[in-house]
């Protein structure tokens, strides 16, 4: 199947979060509170692609408070925190919501993310990934992780549905 067929077909995007959703620098402070720094653009991108009818979700090896927050403020559902093995949880996504792999966008940086990038349709690896994501990504952002690579390939699969421009002309209504 050609490239652009490909990104068509997707209704859901699952995320990675520390080295995609961010930067992947944890912080903690003296009293030992984490903090992350999420891009702007990132959020908004999640919002158009919802506002558009499609699905997001993230998927994280660890837990967090700040990306339970952050979640709820872009309304994210789909959210799996302290996940040991990505893969099975990200089947268990896709098929709770009668979805096919040839369905799903998996966006990732490093080598826990590498069998869901296998495993999904449209894999795709942010710049600053490990070289065997962007091996075997079907794309590979010129965004690193934490830099808008979320808001970049949000707009690479709504170009490819022809549906960006209405999205933009909804969101400045």
């Known amino acids: 199947m050609k490239h652009e067929e490909r990104l068509k077909q997707v209704e859901l995007i699952l995320s990675d979060v520390d080295g995609v959703f961010t930067d992947g620098g944890i912080i903690f402070d003296n009293q030992g509170i984490e903090t ?3 891009h702007v653009r ?3 991108a999640v919002k158009l692609w919802r506002q558009a009818g499609y699905q997001f979700g993230l998927i994280s090896s660890r ?4 990306v339970r927050n952050r979640s709820a403020e872009l309304g994210i559902d789909l959210v799996r925190q302290g996940v040991p093995e990505k893969l099975p949880v ?12 040839e369905q799903v ?3 990732g940086d490093d080598l826990p993310d590498l069998p869901v990038i296998q495993y999904v349709g449209v894999g795709v690896a942010v710049a600053d990934a490990a070289a065997e994501l962007r091996t075997a990504a079907l794309l590979t952002t010129k965004a690193p992780g934490g830099e808008g690579a979320i808001r970049e390939l949000v707009e690479t699969l709504l170009k490819a549905k022809q549906r960006w421009d209405e999205v933009v002309r909804k969101h400045l209504a």
């Not at 990200?90 to 792999?101: G, H, Y």
């Open 63 to 66: 837990s967090s408070q700040i």
């Open 90 to 101: 990200a089947q268990e996504i896709i098929t709770s919501l009668k979805l096919q792999p």
């Open 105 to 107: 966008c998996y966006i």
């Open 36 to 38: 992350k720094r999420f």
């Open 42 to 44: 990132d959020g908004l």
